[in-house]
């Protein structure tokens, strides 16, 4: 983990409020509550859901959050994720299927509260960028298909993408033709009205798609309405699952906490660089276990900080967290006297809503850079063909799996570079690079390029001892440079006190130089024998050379170089 620059301190203070956080937040209402009924479509659950998890995470994000930009709310990329999840566990049986998904909100929820509680929150990415960016392009054209066949009234069986589309297209006879002018129509409204700024667009294609469904009845065309919205005053409850039913959604809920985290740290984190604010990603983990604990409570749906809800905010001008508490006060306005009214919104429109807002992740542009610079191509392709080929939730653990695997390939394929003193000075540098650097006489300078791990120890010390063997009998005392591991695992450990006796069984002696505090304690717990202590050093290699002089002054001759 790289070490981060200092910030400015979070603050939990919401300020004080301003009128840019008053309009910020009217536009902001418009936008986020026909996206929530929307995603409730997306995870299979009742138009209430997404309303719901709206309230839980704007109501607890502006009491603990730190962030002034963020908006937590539902988000498409969960609400898949939900859907294909609690889909595969529930086995056609649909009220078990709503439980698992209350279950898997909750446990969401609590495992953002253990994660904070263990300070993991400086962890900056759980998942790889192209990883997130691959999955996001094929989710994006996953819900817009899936979409489609819900609007024209044609469910293929087939699960992934492929057949799935083959099999919407070869029923084309049976496509309810006006359903997908009324998608079509919208979609050009909200484009439109997209760019006109802060115009609530979503929450204006809601009003003229009520008005147009009974102006043309389109009722008579089979196009279906939202239905009504329950928002019934009940006590919150835990769902009613068997153990294991608890432990099955534990383990799927880890994809859940992945992908909100990854979707959640990246709007934080970036608003944050653009305006110069202070984070706590640590506080950030337990405010969004306490708005998914508080929406599975009240049977909602997954919250997170997505992107698109936070760049809103921004662009509409919020100044602090008051324009979500805005919003909110808002929506709660909006669900008291129009909630019977948003019944009536024709599907195709809310189909509309769905697709216009996850398009904006269909940029192929965005993959440039990674084939410009011939880095994680294969990650790419392999997260947006996992999605399309194998689902959303296999596709998102596949394209992990991939990257997991390529990081360790990387790093089991480390490198060990020679070192020699520069110019006679104080430096030593590659001598690949540095042809003109100076061997010691006497001794093997080394330094591994990646951190030694169970994964590549033998490897590089495999290829410490070919070198030690092409130096030669000349060669007495090998200095091993370790400041690319900050610490060390028990496979390293073993690997090392086996090369340190292979050693002084070739009567050659070994020092360490450059070394961080945990690996000199855990070097040191090992008791490597016929290793004193000051081999364990921190010091550089030009010291370490010098200590090798005092430590074995029959092996080597100080001041002496040669150009070996």
Request: charged share 10%.
């Amino acid at each position: 983990m790289s070490a981060s620059l200092p910030q400015p301190a979070a603050t939990t203070n919401p300020g004080r409020l301003s009128w840019p956080d008053i309009v910020a937040g009217l536009s902001l209402a418009g936008l986020l509550l026909p996206e929530a009924v929307a995603y409730s479509g997306i995870a299979n659950l009742p138009p209430q859901a997404g309303v719901i998890a709206l309230f839980a995470g704007l109501v607890c994000y502006g009491l603990m959050g730190t962030s002034r930009f963020a908006i937590v709310s539902a988000t498409s990329s969960s609400a898949a994720v939900l859907a294909a999840a609690s889909a595969s566990m529930a086995a056609g049986d649909n009220t078990l299927r709503l439980t698992m998904a209350i279950g898997m909100v909750m446990l969401t929820g609590l495992f953002f509260l253990l994660a904070g509680l263990a300070r993991i929150g400086s962890v900056s990415d759980f998942i790889a960028k192209p990883v997130l960016r691959g999955f996001s392009f094929g989710l994006a054209l996953v819900i817009i298909f899936k979409q489609l066949a819900g609007v024209v009234g044609v469910y293929p069986q087939h699960a992934d993408l492929i057949r799935f589309t083959l099999e919407l297209f070869e029923r084309t006879a049976t496509w309810n033709w006006m359903a997908g002018a009324v998608t079509l129509a919208t979609l050009a409204l909200l484009f439109l009205f997209a760019r006109i700024p802060r115009l609530p667009g979503g929450l204006l294609v809601i009003i003229l798609g009520i008005a147009a469904g009974k102006w043309l009845h389109l009722e008579q065309y089979g196009i279906g309405m939202v239905g009504a919205i329950a928002l019934p005053l009940s006590a919150p409850a835990l769902p009613g699952l068997a153990y294991s039913q608890w432990l099955r959604l534990g383990e799927v809920s880890v994809a859940l906490v992945l992908i909100l985290y990854a979707e959640s740290y990246s709007s934080i984190r970036s608003f944050a660089i653009k305006h110069g604010d202070g984070i706590s990603p640590n506080r950030d983990l337990l405010t969004l276990g306490a708005a998914n604990i508080v929406s599975g409570l009240f049977h909602g749906m997954p919250v997170g900080a997505g992107y698109s809800a936070t760049a809103a905010n921004e662009a509409a001008g919020a100044q602090s967290r008051w324009a979500g508490w805005t919003a909110a006060f808002t929506l709660f306005l909006i669900v008291l006297t129009m909630l019977p009214a948003i019944a009536l919104t024709p599907n195709p429109v809310l189909a509309a809503i769905v697709i216009h807002a996850v398009g904006h992740t269909l940029r192929p542009a965005v993959f440039r850079p990674y084939f410009l610079w011939h880095r994680d191509r294969l990650l790419i392709v392999a997260s947006v063909l996992g999605v399309l080929l194998l689902g959303v939730l296999d596709g998102l653990l596949a394209a992990i799996a991939v990257s997991l695997l390529m990081q360790l390939r990387r790093l089991s394929e480390s490198s060990v570079t020679v070192l020699g003193r520069l110019n006679q000075g104080h430096d030593f540098v590659s001598k690949t690079l540095h042809p003109d650097a100076q061997a010691i006489a006497g001794m093997l300078i080394l330094r591994p390029e990646t951190s030694i791990f169970f994964a590549n120890a033998e490897r590089v010390l495999g290829q410490v001892r070919g070198l030690m063997e092409a130096a030669g009998e000349s060669v007495h005392t090998l200095v091993l440079s370790l400041e690319e591991s900050p610490d060390l695992d028990s496979s390293s450990v073993e690997a090392l006190v086996d090369f340190c006796a292979a050693m002084q069984a070739q009567h050659k002696h070994l020092l360490f130089a450059r070394l961080k505090a945990p690996v000199q304690q855990v070097l040191g717990r090992a008791a490597i024998a016929g290793l004193p202590t000051a081999a364990l050093s921190d010091l550089s290699v030009d010291d370490v050379v010098g200590l090798a002089d005092k430590l074995y002054p029959r092996s080597t001759s100080a001041g002496r170089i040669t150009t070996a």
